[in-house]
């Protein structure tokens, strides 16, 4: 290897550094406000199951660090939520070094479509799924079966639903992304949309835990996301 190619290398390497110590200090700044107010977020979370079951005064935790370890692991997906505009940034910029000011005005704005996506993923989560698949589980309770949902487990479910969502709603993000670096050749999300649709209905249902309602409430929506996808791409192809 030759010493410019090792040099070029390694200057990757140090912005990949730099980029990452950025991503994980605005991380863990959101995180730790985050904490701060765990508590209120902790009932925010809480209020959709109360609601799903009306009968249920409060949830319980069968270890000692369970209620911290809960309270970490909130704090940590409001950090991961907030700061990703600047983690999705950073990872742009490192993937796409050398911009022209003009398709650096394109990032910011594709950043905050990625942002809007993922944040209105976890809001379809939170105000749409979640509730129905709160009111599927909790019908099992009855005379003979009382639920008693821990702490931990009920928040990590929370947090797994609105990542997953949040995730799932940056299809339109990823198919372009995919397209303007090459990944994927001109024209393959629209000859493969057959086979998406059944992937994204296997998806669909996995996400939701196998509620079939919860999964037409995710499929038709992603649905629209893949075509407004295709409608991306075609948009950013076109010459300037």
């Given at each position: 290897?030759?010493s410019?190619?090792?040099a070029?290398?390694a200057?990757h390497?140090?912005?990949?550094?730099n980029?990452?110590?950025?991503?994980?200090?605005?991380?863990t700044?959101c995180?730790?406000?985050?904490?701060?107010?765990?508590?209120?977020i902790?009932?925010l979370?809480?209020?959709?199951?109360?609601?799903?079951h009306p009968?249920?005064?409060?949830?319980?935790?069968?270890n000692?660090?369970?209620?911290f370890?809960a309270?970490?692991?909130?704090?940590?997906l409001?950090?991961?939520i907030?700061s990703?505009p600047?983690i999705?940034?950073?990872?742009?910029?490192?993937a796409?070094?050398?911009?022209?000011?003009?398709?650096?005005?394109?990032v910011?704005?594709?950043?905050?479509?990625?942002?809007l996506?993922?944040?209105s993923?976890?809001?379809?989560?939170?105000f749409i799924?979640?509730?129905q698949?709160?009111?599927f589980?909790?019908?099992?309770a009855?005379?003979?079966?009382e639920?008693?949902?821990?702490?931990?487990?009920?928040l990590?479910?929370?947090?797994r639903s609105?990542?997953a969502?949040g995730?799932?709603?940056?299809?339109?993000?990823?198919m372009?992304v995919?397209?303007?670096?090459?990944?994927?050749?001109?024209?393959?999300?629209?000859?493969k949309?057959?086979?998406s649709?059944?992937?994204i209905l296997?998806?669909s249902?996995?996400?939701t835990?196998?509620d079939?309602f919860?999964?037409?409430?995710?499929?038709?929506?992603?649905l629209?996301?893949?075509?407004?996808?295709?409608?991306?791409i075609?948009?950013f192809?076109s010459?300037?």
């Amino acid at each position: 290897m030759s010493s410019s190619a090792f040099a070029h290398i390694a200057g990757h390497l140090v912005e990949l550094r730099n980029r990452l110590i950025v991503s994980f200090l605005a991380v863990t700044c959101c995180t730790v406000v985050a904490y701060i107010f765990s508590e209120q977020i902790t009932r925010l979370f809480i209020a959709p199951l109360f609601r799903a079951h009306p009968t249920m005064a409060k949830l319980v935790y069968t270890n000692l660090p369970e209620a911290f370890v809960a309270y970490i692991k909130v704090s940590l997906l409001v950090g991961v939520i907030v700061s990703f505009p600047v983690i999705l940034y950073q990872a742009w910029m490192f993937a796409a070094p050398g911009l022209l000011d003009h398709e650096k005005k394109v990032v910011r704005k594709t950043v905050l479509w990625a942002t809007l996506l993922f944040g209105s993923g976890a809001g379809f989560a939170y105000f749409i799924v979640l509730p129905q698949a709160l009111s599927f589980f909790m019908s099992f309770a009855g005379n003979q079966l009382e639920a008693m949902p821990k702490l931990g487990g009920y928040l990590t479910f929370v947090a797994r639903s609105s990542l997953a969502f949040g995730l799932a709603f940056e299809i339109p993000f990823l198919m372009v992304v995919a397209t303007r670096t090459g990944l994927a050749p001109p024209g393959y999300f629209k000859k493969k949309r057959k086979y998406s649709y059944i992937a994204i209905l296997v998806l669909s249902v996995l996400l939701t835990a196998g509620d079939i309602f919860g999964g037409v409430l995710l499929f038709l929506p992603l649905l629209g996301l893949y075509e407004a996808g295709l409608l991306a791409i075609k948009a950013f192809s076109s010459p300037a």
